[in-house]
């Protein structure tokens, strides 16, 4: 089964890219030093994402959300496996389709039934994956169009144009964005393409951000950077069998660690990349009613209402909000609390709820902290 799908997938790439098949290993050359410049770029990440063509404006606070992706399809070979798996785990998913793909025999098909699931977005890859960084405007555009009239023609408004291999440019993106279109990179590179071109190997002169205790695990390395980020989106192709074969698993092991698939256009996950300012995150001392109030690791609302969290010896402080300082928690023994420190910024903590300016004994507990006492906002 697997031979015979390898074989239809050889053929149908044949059909579709005879470069590839002539020139391969520049094309391939080409593809690492592509992925590792965005590889690089996510890195480096600016807030903003400037010209990238890869880095999403939103860059933490996923709080263990993924959004999958699936690039270069579609390809009846191995898509319906995907789909299939994506049902099992009843995860939402969008497909950054090539136009160029739509020739193939049942592909058109395939897009439409993407496009008539309330699951899945329809999204645009371009007509041919070309480095768009590289082509004229013209070219650009009709790189974009071509793909935006398949995806219409299937049924669906396209919102999301990923760029192949991430690259772009200033104008580009700007003709891209002028169309309507979000941009959309990635936060993780599951490198299946990699995998999926060394047979199960990701071999280092293919792409060298694997490690090499990892060259022959995808799960692992797809595991430990959705671990590095807590989440957010993540890079796969539906035309590897490789990929489909892998892809359970490695769902099962993300819900195993406690993650959950989210669709892209969740803008409380991804607040900046849809130009919405993200929910502000509470800190010690800011009122709260409920636990989950207060959204930032290790928080929780302390009864007389404001947030706080557990300490030894010392606490974290946050740019923009009072200083902070570890108390011991009356209501509990042998723990510790963070409180803020009186500022006018919290009216000398007349702003906070029931608690009152008062010097308090540092709480070091098993820390190495040294004795301390500072006036802070206490509760009554
Ligand atoms: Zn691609």
Redesign the pocket.
């Known amino acids: 089964m697997r031979n015979v799908s390898s074989l239809a997938l050889i053929s149908l790439l044949g059909a579709l890219l005879p470069v590839t098949l002539t020139a391969c290993a520049t094309e391939e050359d080409e593809d690492t030093a592509l992925f590792e410049s965005a590889f690089e770029d996510n890195a480096g990440g600016k807030e903003d994402g400037g010209c990238s063509g890869v880095v999403v404006p939103d860059r933490s606070g996923f709080g263990k959300h993924v959004a999958l992706t699936f690039?270069?399809g579609p390809n009846p070979a191995t898509t319906p496996k995907v789909i299939e798996i994506l049902k099992r785990h009843h995860a939402p998913a969008t497909f950054?389709n090539?136009g160029s793909r739509y020739a193939a025999a049942g592909a058109k098909e395939l897009a439409a039934r993407i496009a008539a699931d309330p699951d899945y977005i329809l999204a645009n890859?371009s007509q041919h994956?070309l480095n768009l960084a590289e082509q004229t405007a013209a070219k650009v555009a009709t790189e974009v169009d071509g793909t935006d009239a398949l995806i219409r023609a299937a049924g669906e408004t396209p919102k999301y144009f990923?760029f192949?291999?991430g690259s772009a440019n200033c104008s580009a993106k700007t003709a891209v964005q002028d169309r309507g279109y979000i941009v959309t990179g990635w936060h993780i590179d599951s490198a299946d393409w990699c995998f999926a071109a060394g047979g199960g190997t990701c071999k280092k002169s293919t792409f060298r951000y694997v490690p090499d205790e990892m060259r022959n695990d995808m799960q692992g390395y797809v595991m430990s950077q959705v671990r590095s980020t807590n989440g957010g989106i993540i890079l796969f192709?539906d035309i590897h069998q490789s990929t489909a074969d892998h892809l359970d698993a490695i769902l099962t092991a993300m819900e195993h660690d406690g993650f959950s698939f989210v669709r892209l256009d969740d803008t409380t996950v991804f607040p900046k990349l849809h130009g919405k300012a993200p929910a502000t995150t509470k800190f010690i001392g800011d009122t709260c009613t409920t636990n989950a109030d207060c959204n930032f690791t290790g928080g929780h609302c302390h009864a007389a209402g404001f947030c706080t969290q557990a300490c030894a010896g010392t606490c974290p402080d946050a740019s923009g909000k009072a200083p902070t300082f570890c108390i011991a928690d009356e209501a509990m023994a042998n723990t510790g609390m963070c409180v803020s420190k009186p500022t006018t910024g919290n009216g000398e903590c007349h702003a906070i709820p029931n608690t009152e300016n008062r010097i308090e004994a540092r709480f070091i507990g098993t820390s190495s902290s040294s004795p301390a006492s500072a006036n802070v906002c206490a509760p009554l």
């Open positions: 690039d270069d950054f090539n890859h994956h990923r192949p291999f192709h």
